[in-house]
């Protein structure tokens, strides 16, 4: 049987996914609201569906946590405190500036579901493993979508 340190270490490790869900969410909803320039229509349109996909998986990490008998985030303080996703708070970035940032922070999602997935693995959460495979896909569609708007 896996121990309560491989419980303690997949809710730690979903905790920090769920805070960089919610930062990159809201930093894609912001990118959604300030975008400008000739491909307007289109990235605001993308943005927004990035975003969307985003917010809907926080309700589901949030509950694979208390399913494994953990708490999870109460506040936008405790987003803060374990998101590794930084914030952006400029309003004016070039268009292409923000398809590449999101991209990377995307990139770096896949790396943390990853991590989440390992973790799973130790502690014997077979759900939160299929789950993650779930994730992983989504992200790289954002990866792949926004790797092809730059090229
Ligand atoms: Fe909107």
Request: cysteine-free; glycine content about 6%; overall charge negative.
């Amino acid at each position: 049987m896996p121990g309560d340190n491989a419980k303690k270490a997949l809710i730690d490790s979903l905790n920090g996914l769920l805070a960089d869900f919610f930062t990159l969410y809201l930093k894609t909803k912001s990118f959604h609201w300030h975008v400008a320039g000739p491909n307007f229509r289109e990235l605001h349109l993308l943005f927004d569906e990035h975003a969307t996909e985003l917010f809907t998986l926080t309700d589901i990490i949030a509950e694979r946590v208390r399913k494994n008998g953990g708490n999870t985030l109460t506040s936008i303080a405790s987003i803060a405190g374990k998101a590794s996703i930084k914030d952006d708070d400029r309003t004016k970035i070039d268009a292409m500036e923000m398809v590449k940032s999101l991209r990377d922070d995307n990139a770096k999602l896949v790396k943390a579901i990853r991590a989440v997935k390992d973790a799973a693995t130790a502690a014997g959460d077979n759900a939160t493993e299929g789950l993650a495979d779930d994730w992983t896909d989504q992200a790289e569609q954002r990866v792949w979508f926004l790797t092809q708007t730059i090229a």
